[in-house]
């Protein structure tokens, strides 16, 4: 089944670039082509901002003034995760990147399944490039271009070029409003991801339910595989058991080398418990909750199994990512909107030598981020 979903999911990678590179050929009098960044501009697009902005002004000055109070906020929250990370040496920093067939990345790499990271990649930057468009035509400062972002011809997102010599003369406050925008625009996608996955959820739990623990196979040697155990695993020792974490919680508490009932679907089997890292072990392979609709002892098909948890994987991901990337370019690194704030901050109040101040911070920040990058990577070679 595996090897069936690594197979479908390299196919289904060669198809999309397959597509992808036949429409920017199509498309390649709209695209404009720097080093490994391709850019489609898209005039729709563009005026459907300025359409969107005047239809509701107030709404979006509203939003404007959330994205400077969240501005501070996500900052400090930003700069606190980065310094307890090197106090306390506790690795809060990684780089997010796709991987396909099960591949994993060396060093402070998070590898993510390419449809989940390019799914929430698009999400994010779309929603961040186009709450920088938004608040900054609410402050009258037009979009010149916008449209779709490709790294050489994956799509990650979105971009925007607002017009600079407007966005000089603003005031600071309008002027961190929109270098805030972005980061608040991830916040709500968290905040809206976040409420979505808490109702499906909820939703989930009032149509499915776990009746005990299944499994693929018994382990050679193991004490499963010595009483040819089998079947759906639903009590041990007369104690109810609706699903993997309950298992684990037995065997945690359970002593190794006692003698357990076990009652499944297919019988009792009596088994004396081995010892594996210092806890209990019985030996089954591919343990996984036995799903039933609720109600009933119907068991769910595996394939509606798959698609809901990678629903939930997928947009677990979305919000994890959308925190993750609002905090991380909050902090006062230039040329991220964290450092552009603090480079304006500090330039309304100390003029072209504020602007030196900011450089030699934003160095700072920029060295502790790296370092935090370090202590991930040098954690994961120990663990390993």
């Known amino acids: 089944m595996s090897m069936l979903i690594n197979l479908i999911e390299i196919l289904s990678v060669i198809v999309l670039f397959v597509l992808l590179g036949v429409r920017l050929y199509l498309k390649r009098r709209e695209i ?61 920093v990684a780089l997010v990147l796709p991987s396909v067939s099960n591949f ?80 608040f625009g991830n916040l709500l996608v968290f905040i809206f991801v976040l409420i979505l996955l808490i109702a499906f959820s909820n939703a989930i739990n009032m149509l499915l339910e776990s009746r005990g623990v299944w499994f693929n196979t018994t382990a050679p040697g193991s004490p499963a595989e010595n009483v040819k155990l089998k079947g759906v695993i639903v009590k041990i020792d007369n104690i109810t058991i609706n699903n993997i974490y309950d298992l684990q919680e037995f065997l945690r508490s359970a002593k190794p080398n006692t003698t357990v009932a076990i009652e499944t679907t297919e019988g009792k089997y009596n088994l004396t418990l081995a010892e594996k890292d210092n806890v209990s072990y019985i030996g089954i392979v591919g343990a996984r909750n036995y799903i039933v609709y609720k109600g ?8 509606l199994i798959l698609l809901i948890n ?21 902090l006062p690194i230039l040329p991220l909107d964290g450092g552009l704030i603090v480079k304006e901050i500090l330039k309304e ?28 990577s040098l954690t994961r070679q120990v663990v390993s």
């Open 310 to 330: 990678y629903f939930f994987i997928t947009f677990q991901w979305i919000a994890f990512l959308s925190i993750g990337i609002a905090i991380a370019n909050m």
């Open 349 to 376: 109040k100390y003029g072209e030598k504020g602007e030196k101040i900011s450089r030699f911070v934003s160095l700072i920040f920029l060295i502790l981020l790296l370092s935090s990058l370090f202590l991930s």
């Open 32 to 92: 404009k082509v720097k080093k490994v960044i391709i850019f489609e501009y898209s005039e729709k697009y563009r005026q459907k901002i300025n359409e969107l902005v005047n239809a509701h002004p107030k709404i979006f000055k509203v939003l404007g003034l959330m994205s400077l109070i969240s501005a501070p906020i996500l900052t400090i929250i930003g700069v606190y995760y980065l310094l307890n990370s090197l106090i306390s040496f506790k690795p809060t």
């Open 296 to 303: 009933s002892n119907v068991a769910v098909p595996e394939s």
């Open 104 to 183: 994993r990345y060396p060093g402070p790499v998070i590898s993510v399944p390419f449809w989940m990271w390019i799914i929430a990649i698009f999400i994010i930057v779309f929603s961040h490039e186009s709450m920088h468009a938004l608040i900054a035509a609410s402050e009258g400062v037009r979009t010149r271009k916008y449209g779709l972002l490709y790294f050489l011809i994956l799509p990650i997102g979105a971009f925007v070029d607002i017009d600079e010599k407007k966005l000089k003369k603003l005031s600071l406050k309008n002027k961190v409003k929109i270098f805030a925008a972005g980061s």
